[in-house]
């Protein structure tokens, strides 16, 4: 149980077979949100995980001191964008930052720096001057992300892999 803002959250999991229910964390809670609208918006999953490291570092009760709040960081002005009712709400946050990602993929035709400094500090400064307009703080978080993005992708490889490796081991397909 945890409580955000005002509402307490429980969260549980039910498992196929399983007789009862097996609490869920926060943590893994927004995972699994952010795994389902990175599929649905068909955005890289590692790219969603590491901006929400990166702004909120899974804390669904963030709040920035320019006026983000929740896991995603969410401007007022882009909730309203996005159809958010509540920035705290961990799946409608998600869901809202997921598209916006979407969004600036399509913008930006697939420069994930672009993407990245423009969820930072809004599409049109850096579609008028690109990285041109970058900051050190800019620049800091295209980097941590990037970094988090790459270690992310590597770590799902690599365990892919390793599935892989077993099914052939058991002599699976």
């Known amino acids: 149980m945890k409580w955000v803002g005002k509402t307490l959250i429980v969260l549980m999991w039910f498992s196929a077979g399983a007789s009862a229910a097996m609490p869920m964390t926060v943590k893994e809670y927004s995972a699994r949100c952010a795994e389902q609208y990175a599929r649905v918006y068909q955005v890289p999953v590692e790219l969603v995980l590491a901006v929400i490291e ?6 669904p009760d963030a709040v920035s001191s320019e006026g983000a709040a929740g896991l995603m960081q969410l401007m007022p002005a882009t909730a309203v964008r996005f159809r958010v009712r509540n920035r705290f709400q961990i799946e409608e ?3 809202a930052g997921v598209e916006y990602l979407a969004w600036l993929i399509r913008f930006f035709r697939g420069d994930l720096r672009l993407v990245t400094a423009a969820y930072l500090v809004g599409e049109s ?5 690109g990285l041109e ?5 800019v620049y800091l978080y295209v980097s941590r992300v990037a970094r988090l993005y790459r270690a992310k992708r590597l770590a799902r490889m690599r365990k892919l892999s390793e599935l892989h490796t077993c099914e052939r081991n058991r002599g699976g397909k």
């Open 125 to 129: 400064s850096i579609r008028s001057r």
């Open 133 to 137: 307009y970058s900051s050190p703080g």
């Open 93 to 95: 946050n998600i869901r």
């Open 54 to 59: 990166v702004e909120s570092n899974w804390q």
